[in-house]
C-alpha cells in the first residue's frame, strides 16, 4: 500500500469541500491575540502546520461575539482571539490567506467558556458569567482547578433568563457569518469540557425546568440545537463540526451519557439541527465509551448518527493533556490503530493537538515512517 492509499492520508469530501488527508489540528488556546486581535506569529503558526499536510486546521479557541449591554461576556482568558471588530477580522482575513496560500483548510473554533469564566474577568470584566442554572459543577470532583480559583467560581449566581439565552445564540451568529465573510472554510463550535453549550447538556449544571432543561439529554440538548441552527442559517452550506465530550473539566469522570440510548438522544438533536462532523473530545482516543462494546466515543458516534465524526486524545503521545504539565511527554506510535479503524469505518478523522505543537511537520512523519518528537510543557508558553 503506497502513502496515498494508507486510511489517514485518503481526501474526504464534506459539504462540497475535499480535505486533502483525515489529520486534523485540534483547537489548542494559545494566548497570543492581545485585545482579541491575533499577533503576527499566527499567521506562521498556522501556516507552518498547512504547509506540513495537515489535512484540516481548527483555530484555537475564538471568543463569540457575546458583550452587549444584556450579555454576559464569553471570555475570561487573556489574549484570547476575537472574530468581530475591524481589526481583528482583518488579521483573520491575513491567516486565511496564508494558510490557502499552503493548500490547506481551515475552521475557527467559536467559544463561550459560560461557568468556566471567572466572573468579572476578560473584556468585559463588568460582566457576571453565564450560567444555565447559576451553577458551576459539583464540589470535590476530580478535576484541575486550584482552590482560589474554586472558591471564586463555587458560589451560585443568578441562573440565564431567556433574554440572556437569545443574546448568546445571536453572538454565536454574528461570528459564525463573520467567519464566513472572512473567508473561512467552515465553522468549528466548542460544546465541550464545561464550557458554555456543554453546560446546558449537564445534569450538574443545568437544573432547569423551562425549555432549556428537563431530565433528559434531548430536551437538555434544545440549547446546542438552537445555536447550531443560528449558525446554519449564516453560514449557508459550509460545514458545521461540532465538539463535545462526557468529561468536563469541573470533573474529569464526568459522564453526559450513561448508555448509547443517551447518547443518540443528544447526537440526534445536534445532527438534525445541522452538524456535518462531530469531534468526539476524550482524553484517550481508543478507549471503550460504554460497557459491553469495544466501540470508543468516536465510534458510537458515528454508528448512532451516521455523520463524519472525528476521534481526539493521546494520539503519537503515551500521556493524556492532563499529566501534560509535570514534565516530557514520550511519544508512540499509534497511527497503525489510528489507520485500522478508519478502515473499518469507525470513525473519519483524528484530531492531532499536542503531537503537532511539539513539530508542525509531525504529518509529514507520519508519511516518510521518520520518528516523532516527544512533547514538552514549555511548548504551551510559545507559539512556534
Known sequence: MTNDERPIFRPLDVR??????RIVMSPMTRSGSPGG????????YYRRRAEH????????????????????GSMGEGDVPELHGEAALARWREIVAGVHDAGGIIFPQLWH??????????????????RPSGLWGPAGSVGTALTPYLE???????????EDIADVIAGYARSARN????????????????????????HETNRRDDRWGGPSLRERARFGAELVKAVRAEVGELPIMFRFSQWKLQDYDARLAETPAELEQLLGALADAGVDIFDASTRYYHHKAFAGSPLTLAGWTRKLTGRLTMAVGGIGLDKELKNSFAGEVGTVDNVPDVERRIEAGEFDLVGVGRSLLADPAWAEKVRSGEPFLPFHPRVFADIV
Open 16 to 21: 462540497g469541500i475535499t480535505l486533502r488527508n
Open 53 to 72: 499536510g495537515v489535512g484540516l486546521i481548527v483555530t484555537e479557541g475564538i471568543g463569540i461575539d457575546h458583550g452587549t449591554a444584556l450579555g454576559t
Open 179 to 202: 467567519a464566513r465573510e472572512t473567508g473561512f472554510d467552515g465553522i468549528a463550535i466548542h460544546g465541550a469540557h464545561g464550557y458554555l453549550p456543554d453546560a446546558f447538556f449537564w
Open 113 to 130: 467558556q459560560g461557568p468556566i469564566r471567572s466572573h468579572f474577568t476578560g473584556p468585559r470584566a463588568d460582566l457576571p458569567s453565564a
Open 37 to 44: 486581535i491575533p499577533s503576527g506569529r499566527m499567521d506562521a
Open 152 to 162: 471564586q467560581v463555587m458560589p451560585p449566581t443568578q441562573p440565564m433568563t431567556d
